[in-house]
């Protein structure tokens, strides 16, 4: 089969510039706000000012009086539209959570949709949302999700204890014995705050419907998810809903499923004359996009008396807000389940508690299960330094090696290809641990206050689960010699244009120039699952893979009908069919591509016409697995309780890369998503369940002045997926918040400071210090 | 309900002259959106943190969502779409931030080349501290700033030499 192998990678594993750049960079990117089709209408909604209150009548008089005013919808006149809803992604057997497109008889946090406003410009549509008139009664909320199991409200009337649902089980008679013979035992309660994805851009969507044929332009992760969703939902066939995404300005899982407002959005616009746009502002998205990471965790470790993990347990509780997407149950559990992470860990259990409260619901946001990586990391540093011991020696001692893989970790996991010790060694010595050592000794000599922390993960990446477990691929080299590649997308900022084109030209032999990619259009591309789980990478080197073998063979059997050679002796290189070893005994690409549609006469026996090939690929192994270990240094002030971040070292094995541009970028954001997360982002609520944080002024991204240079080390383990790609669009963020809480606990550890309650603001960090003297 | 009166603005956007009533309270970042069809200013938060509105106002970057049109009225107006030479070529700005992988999403992007563009222009020879300054009035969300800090730093470098060769080249 030498003969259909793809001559020498020209493109794959190069820094190729992004084909994405120029569009994005003059201006020229399509985002859904840019969209605007003919006598389009704009949507506003009117959101419950109340954490939770009865829902009296709804007066839309005055609201509808209002020049430029079309329609004002309640759930009355929405919500009975609704036929089936369920994500593909979970599928429809699962004990779903409710999910109204608009609030029914109650409110249930600030910033529930109660009625819809349709006017022929935002700025009257948002005037005529204040003139709804809505009669709230107010009820007293749950707010606090740690004490929502005993409180006497409810959130949802069918949910007693407003429980979610639970997982697990408490720490079995045999863990208990485990732990009860152990030399040391560590357990620490670890509470993560809420905070969010916060994309650049917000949600949106726009909608027409025309008689026949709904077209929505989404700001999605998944055009072919908004698509089946939506036909279900409207009770229409999935061939009458067409979705279409150009360009998405970052989703980080928040745009991964549609959400309540699509739902109105899509329902609405099936009863109105002309497109409805709705674009979410900044204030709503802070309020109403969803809330991520809220959670805490009792866990605990078992040691020998040689520090070595002997068992563990997490008990994990989950805020789920008052209306999570998805069912908050399922992906719960896999914070219990990687919970003993890249460690040998003899014995594990968990059990995980997704609690109901009067705020925004949660979503997916980049490693959902991330809070295994907070639980278990900071808790092995507590250890650490109640055992007495460098928090890097315990680690040395647990830290799976590459040559134990597979190894299948206490609660089921099957680990391999993963490098944990290796990565973990490489950003050590990056840092030059000892010399570090020395630093902040001398530092503390001086009363200044510097601290290493890091964090080593295993994830799993490109899930062949369902939905996610295979991908397409159409590729099409036109009559011109010109090639095309069609694949489902779901690109936000993740590259997948130029990843493919890279695969493809590689695989064809052509000059990248000559490949360009259709992506996110139901239309005309084949379907596929779009971006989460890490899962783009591998998903589409096999589609293109797949595709590209068939077309390849087609093209060396022309090449070598024409050519008079044998089909082993031809190799495609330099957009041509050539002799290998006489590369002067060639045939253009092009003249194969005239051939094959315009004179099928020349075509070999039994060689169809045309160079179009659809093909999908079928994930190989049901997970692949990635790790990396995450270094932080940081020096804190301890009369500001400033922290600034002094090196960040991510040593990660994603197999090969693609493009390390891609894979670095990914790195980094994510990283800094992380950061971010533990020193300033907090999606907050006071005590009567009002947002504290709906401005960029009061939810804190990280800025250029605060990011550390991000240094990388790459160790190269190839999965079992196809080129041995990896995922590794989530990893930063889930590596990142460990390393930097642990960094700031290392550094005020002289001041006896243990840190379990996030975020580390310079506020916290004051406050931890006084309540250590 | 009274009619809102409209109030005549003349403004030029990237050389070309518009003219048009506006409502006073249309802001500027929806004036070049949706009377001049330049979507590449785009809107992240419209409360004049986020920067991905940044246009130039007589030279000056200002967030375009925290102007009125009627303020811009006989001004002359630079956005992301002017920002490209002759025959599409990419500004030295511009194309740092792809030579750099200083965008993912691209979202933000308008703002910051708008914004890095006048920085550049005030501070042709800036240190690594005056460049993290110069970008922290713009969020970005996706690159962790780590492509754009060295697409900035690359296009100082670049800047001052096409200053020197060609100085009448910068765009604005």
Not at chain 1, 217 to 235: D, I, K, N, Y
């Amino acid at each position: 089969m030498t003969s259909l192998e793809a001559t020498a990678a020209r493109y794959v594993g190069a820094r190729v510039p992004r084909v994405e750049d120029p569009r994005l960079l003059t201006g020229h990117g399509t985002f859904v706000d840019d969209v605007t089709r003919p006598g389009m209408l704009h949507a506003c909604f009117v959101r419950s000012p109340f954490a939770r209150a009865r829902l009296g009548r709804i007066d839309a008089t005055v609201a509808l009086d209002l020049p430029g005013v079309r329609a004002v919808f309640a759930a009355a006149d929405l919500n009975p539209g609704v036929h089936e809803q369920w994500y593909t992604l979970i599928g429809k057997d699962v004990p779903d959570t409710p999910r109204p497109p608009l609030a029914e008889g109650e409110a249930r946090f600030v910033g529930d949709p109660v009625a819809l406003v349709v006017a022929t410009d935002r700025y009257v549509a948002e005037d005529a949302a204040d003139l709804v008139d809505v009669d709230y009664e107010p009820l007293p909320p749950v707010v606090d999700y740690t004490t929502a199991l005993a409180a006497t409200e409810l959130v949802h009337e069918a949910y007693p204890g407003n429980l979610a649902g639970a997982l697990g089980a408490p720490m079995s008679e045999d863990l208990a014995a485990v732990f009860g013979g152990a030399a040391h035992v560590t357990s620490a309660t670890i509470h993560q705050q809420a905070y969010a994805p916060v994309p650049m851009e917000t949600r949106g969507m726009v909608a027409e419907w025309s008689g026949d044929e709904l077209t929505v332009w989404s700001a999605t992760q998944a055009p072919h998810e908004v698509r089946m969703f939506l036909a279900r939902l409207l009770g229409i066939a999935e061939h009458q809903v067409r979705v279409i995404m150009r360009d998405t300005g970052g989703a980080f899982g928040q745009k991964v499923l549609p959400l309540r407002e699509d739902m109105c959005i899509a329902l609405a616009a099936m009863r109105l004359p002309a497109a409805l746009k709705w674009i979410e502002d900044r204030r709503e998205n802070l309020l109403a996009a969803g809330m991520s990471r809220h959670e805490h965790g009792e866990a605990q470790m078992a040691f020998d008396g040689d520090g070595r993990i002997l068992a563990a347990h997490l008990d994990h509780v989950q805020d789920v807000g008052a209306y999570p997407t998805p069912w908050p149950v399922g992906t719960a559990m896999a914070v219990g389940l990687l919970f003993p992470g890249p460690y040998r860990v003899p014995a594990a259990g968990y059990r995980t508690t997704s609690l109901f409260s009067n705020t925004s619901g949660r979503t997916a946001y980049r490693g959902p299960w991330q809070f295994e990586s907070v639980a278990r990391e900071v808790l092995l540093d507590i250890a650490a330094r109640r055992m007495g011991i460098d928090p890097v020696d315990l680690r040395r001692r647990n830290l799976l090696r590459h040559d134990e893989l597979p190894h299948t970790n206490p609660n089921g996991m099957p680990y391999s290809d993963m490098t944990p010790i290796e990565t973990f060694e490489q950003a050590l010595g990056m840092l030059d641990h000892e010399a570090f050592r020395r630093e902040q000794a001398d530092a503390r000599a001086t009363g200044r206050y510097l601290g290493m922390g890091t964090c080593s993960y295993a994830e799993p990446t490109t899930s062949a689960m369902a939905f996610q477990g295979t991908e397409g691929a159409t590729v099409r080299i036109e009559p011109s010699g010109k090639v095309n590649v069609y694949v489902a997308g779901g690109s936000t900022g993740n590259s997948l244009e130029t990843a493919v084109v890279q695969l493809t030209a590689d695989a064809l032999g052509v000059d990248i120039a000559d490949v360009r990619t259709v992506q996110g259009d139901t239309a005309v591309t084949p379907f596929g699952a779009g971006t989460g789980g890490s899962r783009s990478g591998s998903m589409l080197a096999g589609a293109v893979e797949e595709s590209t073998t068939v077309l390849r063979e087609r093209i060396v059997t022309i090449a070598a009908h024409q050519l008079e050679a044998a089909p082993e002796d031809i190799e495609l290189a330099d957009s041509s069919a050539r002799v290998r070893g006489t590369p002067a005994v060639s045939v253009p690409l092009a003249e194969i591509a005239d051939i094959a549609y315009f004179q099928p006469h020349r075509l070999p026996e039994g060689v169809p016409p045309g160079l179009e090939v659809s093909a999908r690929y079928r994930a190989r192994s049901p997970l692949i697995w990635a790790n990396a270990t995450h270094l932080c240094t940081c020096e804190v002030d301890p009369v500001t309780g400033a922290v600034t971040v002094l090196r960040y070292i991510v040593s990660e094995d994603c197999g090969p890369m693609i493009n390390p541009n891609v894979v670095e970028g990914q790195i980094a954001g994510g990283s800094v998503q992380g950061i971010g997360g533990v020193l300033y982002e907090h999606l907050a609520y006071d005590e009567d369940g009002n947002p504290l944080t709906t401005t960029f002024m009061d939810y804190l991204l990280p800025t250029a002045t605060e990011v550390p240079v991000i240094e990388y080390g790459h160790i190269e383990t190839p999965s079992p997926g196809p080129g041995g790609y990896k995922g590794v669009g989530e990893g930063g963020a889930i590596g990142a918040p460990p390393a930097v809480i642990n960094a700031v606990a290392d550094a005020l550890s002289p001041l006896g400071v243990e840190i379990t309650r996030l975020p580390l603001t310079p506020a916290a960090v004051v406050a931890l210090i006084e309540g250590a003297r | 309900m009274t009619v809102v009166r409209e109030i005549d603005v003349e403004v030029r956007v990237n050389g070309a002259a518009y003219r048009c009533g506006v409502p006073p309270r249309l802001t500027l970042a929806d004036f070049l959106r949706e009377r001049c069809g330049l979507t590449g200013t785009h809107l992240g938060c419209e409360h004049g943190v986020c920067g991905a509105c940044t246009v130039l106002l007589d030279g000056e970057a200002v967030r375009s969502c925290l102007v009125f049109a009627v303020q811009a009225d006989g001004a002359e107006v630079t956005t992301v779409e002017g920002m490209a030479g002759p025959g599409d070529e990419l500004s030295p700005v511009q194309a740092a931030f792809r030579d750099h992988h200083g965008l993912q999403c691209g979202f933000c992007t308008p703002g910051f080349v708008v914004s890095v563009t006048a920085f550049l222009r005030d501070h042709p020879d800036p240190t690594d501290e005056e460049i993290r300054q110069g970008l922290s009035g713009n969020l970005c969300r996706c690159t962790g700033y780590q492509g754009i800090i060295a697409a900035v730093r690359a296009a100082a470098g670049q800047h001052a030499r096409r200053g020197r060769e060609e100085p009448t080249a910068a765009h604005p």
